[in-house]
């Protein structure tokens, strides 16, 4: 190859891993199309910072344990300025908060330097209020799409409205279609929701629903739709957990860029063990969605246990077509996951039978320096988060968040990167709280 056949080589193949079609599943192993093997995703877009946004659909959205996208307007004179108390407490609770904007004016014959204010200044207000999460994602005003190679300098997804449902790979990440709903869009009834994520189904799609007002009570919204509408479909979707994955906009991209980024390979396997490795090569700094991977168990294997770093993950065993596979959720590049043989029916659950309430126990050692161990048992299955604060109340650390079936665990905890001093960690379930005491001694 001469030098200019080379370095002709080498630019394509750079730009192929941009596009993240280096991924390698090595067989038996299976990535998701989406979270949990699902059939469709669904996301809720809401602009404009309509007040009902926060007062009613936040709060319904949490009833029913899924996470929406806000997409804020940032200049304070806009008819309702954006309300960062809300927004914050919102992104605590994984709702995205993500930019419509400085002005709310269409990019349609804007020049670029104005479009690049509008894309940066929002961006930046935003970080500059909410803590926890990043800006990535936007939402044209009036679905008028930007100068693409500019916008994507700033945002990785953003949102028009063409009012198709997106294939599970998306055409143009810089204009991925929404669907109107409300008074003047194309979705008005419980009907319509129902038959745009049934159909979603048959081609493994992606529907994102764009709204604005909510009951119509909040003057110069537009599109309203009463709260009741939307909650009958967050109904259908919460009766059918198996076939549609609920998240925000911004999750849901990166669930696609990093299920498509991703190589799955298997390390080691014993009688009773396997170790997998799962890595992409995108920037694991906003990268960050669990990817659902699975594998049909071993011969002789009743189920699995996977753990990561001696976390456990989030899995399940699952029987598909009379063939039983391990399925767990984990982000790419943190590390290899280990796959454990278990007993269906150990020994551990009848012995905590008489467990009614989590119990957390005492971290060992303590004081520590740099890692310790946390060990708790859960006597149901259910949502469980281990978390650890520092002396403010702030949250430093999640050790784990999410459902986790029965049984007992231990988690490590690595000091390295924190202040000598003392911590709490805490395990909370829906209806239990138990916080102790650890002490950092570097
Ligand atoms: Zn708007």
Request: net charge negative; with cysteine.
């Amino acid at each position: 190859m001469d030098n200019l056949g080379k370095l002709f080589f080498c630019i394509a193949f750079i730009s192929l891993s941009g596009l993240g079609q280096s991924q390698s599943i090595e067989s038996p192993y299976e990535v998701g199309t989406w979270q949990g093997f699902r059939s469709a995703a669904v996301t809720y877009t809401f602009d404009d910072n309509c007040p009902n946004q926060l007062l009613i659909a936040v709060p319904m959205f949490d009833e029913f344990d899924f996470k929406l996208t806000l997409f804020t307007v940032t200049n304070p004179s806009w008819g309702w300025p954006a309300n960062w108390i809300g927004l914050q407490s919102a992104a605590s609770e994984g709702h995205e908060i993500a930019s419509h904007t400085v002005t709310h004016n269409s990019f349609s014959g804007m020049v670029d330097s104005l479009q690049e204010n509008e894309l940066k200044n929002s961006q930046d207000v935003i970080n500059s209020h909410i803590t926890g999460e990043q800006c990535v994602t936007i939402a044209y005003p009036y679905c008028n799409t930007g100068n693409n190679n500019l916008v994507r300098q700033y945002y990785f997804a953003s949102r028009g409205c063409s009012g198709s449902t997106e294939s599970k790979t998306p055409g143009n990440f810089m204009n991925i279609s929404s669907i109107v709903c409300g008074s003047e869009g194309s979705i008005k009834t419980s009907a319509n929701f129902k038959s745009r994520v049934d159909n979603a189904t048959s081609t493994n799609g992606w529907v994102v629903y764009l709204f604005h007002g909510i009951n119509g009570t909040e003057p110069g919204a537009y599109s309203p739709i009463s709260e009741d509408t939307i909650r009958a479909s967050l109904e259908y979707l919460k009766a059918n957990p198996d076939k549609f994955w609920v998240y925000t906009f911004g999750g849901v991209a990166k669930y696609i860029r990093e299920r498509n980024a991703a190589s799955v390979s298997q390390i080691s396997e014993t009688e009773d063990s396997i170790e997998v490795s799962v890595t992409d090569t995108l920037d694991n700094s906003y990268y960050n969605c669990p990817i659902t991977i699975r594998r049909p168990l071993p011969e002789g294997w009743a189920s699995a246990v996977a753990t990561q770093n001696g976390i456990t993950l989030t899995s399940k065993v699952v029987e598909v077509n009379s063939v039983k596979y391990i399925m767990f959720d984990v982000v790419p590049d943190g590390g290899d996951i280990l796959l454990t043989k278990s007993d269906a029916t150990g020994v551990s659950k009848e012995n905590k039978s008489f467990l009614q309430t989590p119990y957390l126990k005492q971290n060992y050692p303590n004081p520590f320096n740099p890692i310790t161990q946390i060990e708790y048992s859960v006597p149901k299955s259910g949502y469980i988060s281990l978390k650890v604060y520092n002396l403010l109340g702030k949250e430093i650390a999640k050790l784990y968040e999410g459902i986790q079936l029965e049984g007992d665990y231990i988690v490590s905890l690595n000091g390295s990167a924190l202040t000598s001093g003392v911590y709490f960690y805490s395990l909370q379930t829906n209806n239990f709280v138990d916080t102790k005491k650890l002490i950092l001694l570097k």
